[in-house]
């Protein structure tokens, strides 16, 4: 996407400089761009599969604990110290 920017009449060239970066900010060129510069892994499959299961024994654990009235947040940081530990149940 292309920004551009005409200069007004008795506009000094850092209003017009201001003006152009505030359009291109909000243009998201800038995000875009920073996107495409480093280029990501795709994950494999069993990579896949094991960020599955981490997050399904972690929900299961949450709601479990959840039930027996613990809050989110306690239950979340318990759960991530012990996912090792925890099984997964269907």
Known sequence: MRVKVVRRSSESTTQLLRRFLNRFTKSGTLLEVKSK??????????????????????????????????????????????????KFKE
Do not use: P, V
């Open 37 to 86: 510069l480093y280029r990501t892994k795709k994950l494999n499959e069993r990579a896949k599969k094991t960020a599955k299961l981490y997050r399904l024994k972690l929900q299961s654990f949450i709601k479990q604990k959840m039930k027996e009235g613990w809050s989110f947040d306690k239950a979340y940081k318990l759960g991530k110290r012990y996912i090792s530990k925890i």
